[in-house]
């Protein structure tokens, strides 16, 4: 078995508050990310209570860096995670999202990664199961980075060929964007698709250049990117 690092030496320790109505999969989330190391400062079973929990550690100047929210919650299980995100986006640009959902919610998840392009989630709860690669997005998110479910992806991008902004890349272009929204670097890139890591920047910076994207806008090319599609 791996041995786990010491909790005082885990890189990229964050502080995470989280909303979710289901007490399993809240304290099993919980105990997922305590046991490796990060700070769980709260843990609420729906969307009033988040907001107020944010608010009091902002009073605290002790704010988390990621919220993790289910998009579903009381009283109505409809919208209520969704718009709570919403508005901590607003309310706290410097607090990451990432949102948990059953299953893709196009509406919401445009809603979502609709202004700003730092710190934003959208993962299907099933991803949870996979340990490292929800970890990771978590850090991701509270790090600034964005973390698409790759379905969300492929319904957002699908919707999105359809408009003309799209019209000038190619279809592997249009996979390499994929990827990209899924946080992927361009190692990663290269090794989903099997090509070299040069090739890949070479369709990166295509992409950057057919979208308009100048290098003044610097690493969040990336972001603006996907954005750039999922808003067009």
Avoid: C, W
């Avoid at 990060?38 to 902002?58: F, P, Q, R, Y």
């Avoid at 979208?211 to 610097?218: F, H, I, K, N, T």
């Amino acid at each position: 078995m791996e041995e786990r690092k010491p909790v005082e030496h885990v890189e990229n320790r964050v502080r995470v508050v989280i909303a979710e109505d289901s007490v399993l999969l809240r304290e099993g989330i919980t105990r997922l990310l305590t046991e490796l190391g990060h700070d769980v400062v709260a843990g609420v079973g729906d969307a009033e209570a988040l907001l107020k929990t944010v608010a009091d550690l902002d009073g605290q100047r002790a704010l988390p860096d990621v919220v993790v929210a289910d998009v579903r919650m009381p009283p109505t299980h409809t919208d209520e995670g969704v718009r709570a995100a919403v508005r901590l986006r607003k309310d706290y640009p410097g607090i990451g999202v990432l949102v948990l959902s059953q299953y893709v919610e196009e509406e919401y998840a445009t809603e979502l990664l609709a202004g700003s392009s730092r710190g934003v989630g959208y993962l299907l709860k099933d991803r949870v199961a996979e340990v490292r690669e929800f970890v990771d997005a978590v850090v991701r998110v509270a790090r600034g980075g964005t973390a698409l479910d790759p379905e969300v992806v492929a319904q957002l991008l699908g919707r999105s060929r359809k408009q003309d902004v799209l019209a000038g890349l190619t279809p592997r272009e249009r996979e390499v964007l994929g990827l990209m929204a899924e946080g992927r670097t361009n190692s990663a890139v290269a090794r989903q698709l099997v090509v070299s890591d040069g090739a890949v920047e070479k369709h990166v910076s295509n992409i950057f250049q057919k979208l308009g994207l100048s290098p003044s806008d610097g690493d969040h090319r990336r972001v603006l990117a996907v954005l750039t599609y999922l808003n067009s």
